[in-house]
């Protein structure tokens, strides 16, 4: 049952999250390290993948922590990232009819060049809350873009969208990296987001049917967007 209002604080990850899994996740560093400094791990990584490091710096904290999926503290319910493209050509929205869409909408002709259907797609007030805690995350020059909805029990999609002269393809995480034969449950977020102009960070989140969990971190490269290639995260 989602939480109301007046209980979103103590609520939040409780709710988004078994107890235990919940541990996990707090105890786990941006790239599944505990021992190491995460403000430094950060820094190290944008310096080594940006030519501007002072712009990088800048960008990719803020994207990391916009990214957390689910919000380790806050309003969960929030939207995460930026919906606006970094051109301010394009917008995604969350739309409610006969079925809740995210939809990718040119600002200057107002058409739609892009939707998907909601994880839960009936528009009940409920669905449509978890809808809107979704996450845009735009790389540097507009061409690519996640949209991630909320990792709710492991519920949710990731999806890429590849946008070249007004031609906009769709990219499902899962056809990129292949399921892990142990999980019970398992989903794939946007954690903590680029870190490059063309390289991205996901998490994949698993309980297995042992019913442990843990994460797997992955970097996708769209140096060729039509042609993704996938590696494990250092």
């Known amino acids: 049952m989602i939480p109301k209002s007046g209980n979103r604080a103590r609520a939040s990850i409780r709710w988004l999250l078994p107890p235990k899994e919940h541990e996990h996740e707090l105890s786990t560093s941006v790239f599944g390290l505990k021992s190491m ?7 190290n990584s944008v310096y080594r993948h940006s030519g501007s490091a002072l712009i990088a710096v800048s960008w990719f904290m803020t994207a990391f922590a916009l990214a957390q999926n689910p919000p380790l503290s806050g309003d969960p319910y929030a939207a995460r990232g930026n ?22 909408i040119d600002l200057r002709s107002g058409k739609t060049i892009a939707s998907v259907n909601a994880c839960y797609p009936e528009p ?12 845009v995350f735009w790389n540097e ?22 946008l070249r002269n007004g031609i906009v393809s769709e990219i499902r995480v899962n056809n990129l990296i292949s399921p892990t034969p142990d999980a ?5 977020v946007v954690d903590p987001g680029w870190v490059s102009p063309t390289r991205i960070q996901v998490r994949r989140a698993v309980k297995t049917r042992q019913g442990d969990f843990y994460s797997k971190y992955f970097i996708i490269d769209f140096t060729s967007p039509n042609a993704p290639s996938v590696q494990l995260a250092d």
Do not use: C, M
């Open 184 to 188: 019970d449950e398992s989903r794939i």
């Open 124 to 135: 009940i007030s409920s669905n449509l809350q978890f809808a809107k805690a979704y996450g």
């Open 83 to 104: 919906a606006e493209s970094p051109d301010g050509r394009y917008e995604w929205v969350v739309r409610s009819g006969h079925r809740i869409q995210y939809k990718l």
């Open 37 to 43: 400094n995460r403000t430094k791990l950060l820094r």
């Open 141 to 162: 020059d507009g061409t690519v873009v996640a949209l991630d909805e909320l990792n709710r029990r492991r519920a949710g999609y990731l999806y890429f969208f590849v």
